[in-house]
């Protein structure tokens, strides 16, 4: 198993040194052939638009989704903005190679999951992965369908977010618990939930490898003043005061990186990516380059802890819009950006390590999973959980 | 050795079953006799008021010192509001004994852990504890003058704050800045700072034991149902917004004694104690216990996860105005509240742990420490951290 993560380009401009990890770096996994698979691994994350022509139908799944986002007459102003949108979006995704690598990623993730469970787990295998996305192909709703033809005797969930939110996780999961509603679960499948692992130690030991192997570039000299930026995901305010677990769990993430670096460096938490004019959760990415830069500081590797592909945030946002544009601007010595796990082994590993353990010794749902945020007011929430406990606990 | 912390008071008013942890538990320290001291180990805290009398002048220390707060005209509003509150504080001081339980905690935990040390570390022996408070007796100055009479070879400056805030251990630490900065540091000791620890594998265990001593207190068809709430004291949003790591470091601590728990019951994070009428972050934890209650849930551990002794704000908030008085008024069955660390003997295991491997291996300060928040415009840290730096590098 090869760690398949290039980087393909490297640019000099004006004196900032910044690395980028095009989509195109994303391997073509080889085409699933599982004959009469036994235990399906239902890869669940937002998902990407594949091409340019998708981008639209992405963003309206996105700004219609009331777990995600709640909008006054969200109906209406959803499909607006989506369609307002659409261009400025595009445009980003043509400048990392015409579409979104999630899905190449997935794929291949899945792919070296399943052969390494198929060899470590024989008694549940063979195991087949599948690929549910929220707002891109292939969705929630078509892979499910999939599922059932298999004819699987046990289906696991498995979250690809390590650090759980509402927004993101719990949205597939409300939406995995919408589609089967008012249709009869097909029988004879034991289902189970991962739905989070922020301190898994090898999830640790990925991204701390990511970070050595950017580090290592920098001259000898300037290496320990090296500023290391975890960056993930911000969320509105009036979901952390929710009680959202998000923030706590990226925390967690972050503080096992730097244990497993040794405290090498200096480091810092930082939330990117924020829309719209409501408070969220800050210091933000850019303000945060912006402040460092103020004290003197003019060496920094971006590191995404919260999302396990490379996507439209990492290669647009952090390496073009930060580490390029915004290092040029500010006048930044070197600016480099870790990689996102991506099939590297030890993520693999990780990974490989969360099924099994999950397959012998369970729980099938967390209690952390079937209670709701104490400020939660959504009854998308309440019906969900009190549907998979039973899903859960049938067989 | 034994674990002295007693409970002293079992309540049951009006259905509801809670715990209180009275500052008279804290055991009396024997006095320390070091002769000829070579290590000294500064157990640096906030401290709190010993006596009822004491009350306005740490008030007054905390309303004045710009690290923990910012006022407009502080010099006058500060001792203003400390006098104002002063009737109020001593009153909740009153009504937990007489005074503040942190000191006599700190000094039973500088003996558990000098003992610990002389055996385990005979070539740093004797090592002397001293306690460095920045609102209360033993101040940090008069600490500070104390040990230069001792001769000491070495000294590790000790926060015993898990997590760092800029609020309490940046603090700290800009108080002995403060001290030397127009003193003579004294010659020939070598220096040495301990500035966080919330990922030690011992506190989580810690905590962890403190959490399975209260849910063994529950009835066994309930235990599953029961919520274990972090609490911790929150900060406004202003400081989490500058960037400082406390929020993410006391959410690792708790995803970690979650995990040494194995995940067995519905956990979340809250914050405690906000004051002021700025915003802060959240959920508050009286706020969450009426949204679980709203939510049908009856059964709660309240756990304090971010101050190792009990203090005001265990003994006061969390028992009576929480356990007992919203418990009452909220109609919950059974509240809780976990023991503070204190002196378990994995959490003196856990301190010995620390100062142990910072002896051997160090490093004498963290590159993190040295790093101000992306956000930071106090130029008492940055002339701090320069200070420290140079005081670390000696020798």
Known sequence: MNDSHHKVKQNEVSGVQCTRHLSSAAPQPSVQNVKDPKTGIVLINMGGPGTIDEVHDYLLKIMTDRDMIQLPVQSQLGPYIARRRTPEVQKKYSEIGGGSPILKWTKRQGELLCEKLDVLSPETAPHKYYVAFRYANPLTDVTLEEMEKDGLERAVLFSQYPQYCCSTTGSSFNAIYKYYKDRKVPPGIKWSIIDRWSTHPLLAKTIAERIRTELKEFPESIKKDVIIMFTAHSI???????????????????????????????????????????????????????????????????????FVNEHIETLHE???????????????????????????????????????????????????????CPHCTNTRCEMSKSWFAQLCSQQ
């Open 236 to 306: 509105p305010l009036k979901v952390v005061n929710r009680g959202d677990a998000y923030p706590s769990e990226v925390g967690a993430t972050v503080q096992l990186v730097m244990k497993e670096l040794g405290y090498c460096n200096p480091y810092s938490l930082v939330w990117q990516s924020k829309v719209g004019p409501l408070p969220w959760l800050g210091p933000f990415t850019d303000e945060s380059l912006k402040g460092y830069v103020k004290q003197g500081k003019k060496n920094f590797i971006l590191v995404p802890v919260a």
């Open 318 to 372: 952090l390496d073009i819009e930060y580490c390029h544009d915004l290092g040029k601007e500010l006048g930044i010595e070197n600016i480099r950006r870790a990689a996102a796990p991506n099939d590297h082994p030890i993520f693999i590993d990780g990974l490989t390590d969360i099924v099994l353990n999950h397959l012998k010794s369970g729980p099938r749902i967390s209690p952390k999973f079937l209670t709701r």
